[in-house]
């Protein structure tokens, strides 16, 4: 019956150890303390192309040169002792530089000597195109998401964002207590007549075009959507009732200064209307101030449009139109 003893010392024959090196589907290469390599096995000539007679006796460095990653990997050896699956950059010959995990370890005698260090070696290339492969596919993923969101929560012809995403971002603002709140509903003045005389197109146009002017006349915490046909809304946070009807007066100004063409040439001149509330001066929630804006941008409407109103109509409560 076999001892411990003699499977020790089957282990140690050297036949063995070289039929354990070639059946190792990893590559395997041991260097001397000097860093110099002593024994390279058959997976290794495999993985590098170097035949054993090219590399025996030179530095690890050329398996291990590319970036300076050796140098890496070679002081975490000998400041931990070992490592376990080190991605390194490493070199093929007559080739590109290819992705290896390397796992090494640090040999001693039994005085703690350095005898050397052996590398155990595995091709990553095939798991670095796959993680590459899905890192591409996620940032697709992520882009295709962002413009699902977009297109959900803006208005296609305007870019403007739509009633809804509008109002939720007016919520959240609102939410922090800003101490006043502005809010202001534009409605475009006889926008069925240029539809009719000019055509959709010409009045597609024309709301890209307002939706423009009024975005580039709010300020850039400010919240700008369409809600809905020729009606737009802004929300202006931390804007008290004079600062609101301020910023409808220029929009409406810079609204009715636009200059439009159509393709034969006619020119296209648009006016609009404006209601005008705020936060806490008519109202104590957005939608409250909402309706009071709406209220008063029917008073600009009734009483001869391309204008902004800002306090309550006589009718409505003993107010003048502004």
């Not at 590319?66 to 490493?90: F, P």
């Not at 959900?152 to 739509?162: C, E, I, K, R, V």
């Not at 009633?163 to 006043?180: D, L």
Request: glycine share 8%; net charge negative.
């Amino acid at each position: 019956m076999a001892t411990s003893s003699d499977f020790l010392d089957f282990l140690w024959d050297g036949e063995l150890q070289q039929l354990m090196l070639m059946a190792c589907p990893d590559g395997v290469v041991v260097a001397d303390p000097s860093e110099n390599i002593l024994l390279y096995s058959g997976a290794s000539e495999a993985l590098f192309g170097y035949a054993p007679s090219e590399v025996l006796g030179r530095h690890i460095g050329l398996l291990f040169g590319a970036r300076g990653s050796d140098r890496e990997l070679r002081d975490r050896v000998a400041a931990e002792g070992s490592v376990a699956n080190c991605e390194v950059r490493a070199l093929r010959k007559d080739s590109a530089p290819f992705w290896a995990g390397v796992s090494a370890s640090l040999l001693r005698d039994r005085y703690g000597e350095p005898l050397g260090t052996v590398y155990y070696v595995r091709d990553y290339s095939r798991i670095k195109a796959i993680q590459s492969s899905l890192s591409d596919t996620n940032d697709r993923l992520s882009s295709m998401l962002e413009e699902l969101h977009h297109v959900a929560s803006h208005d296609g012809l305007t870019g403007l964002l739509n009633r809804s995403s509008a109002m939720n971002e007016a919520q959240a603002k609102f939410a922090h207590a800003i101490p006043a709140f502005g809010v202001v509903i534009f409605d475009l003045d006889f926008f069925k007549r240029v539809n009719d005389t000019y055509g959709h197109i010409t009045g597609d146009e024309v709301l890209m075009r307002v939706a423009w002017t009024l975005r580039y006349t709010a300020r850039s915490e400010d919240i700008v959507g369409r809600f809905g046909g020729e009606e737009f809304v802004a929300f202006l946070p931390g804007a008290d009732l004079e600062a609101t009807r301020a910023f409808a007066n220029r929009a409406r100004l810079a609204i009715a200064a636009e200059i439009m063409r159509t393709e034969s040439g006619e020119t296209v001149e648009v006016t609009i209307s404006a209601g005008v509330a705020s936060i806490p001066a008519d109202a104590a929630d957005l939608q409250s101030a909402l309706s009071a804006a709406d209220d008063r941008l029917y008073e600009a409407k009734r009483t001869g449009r391309n204008q902004v109103v800002s306090v309550d109509s006589p009718e409505a409560g003993g107010r003048t139109a502004a």
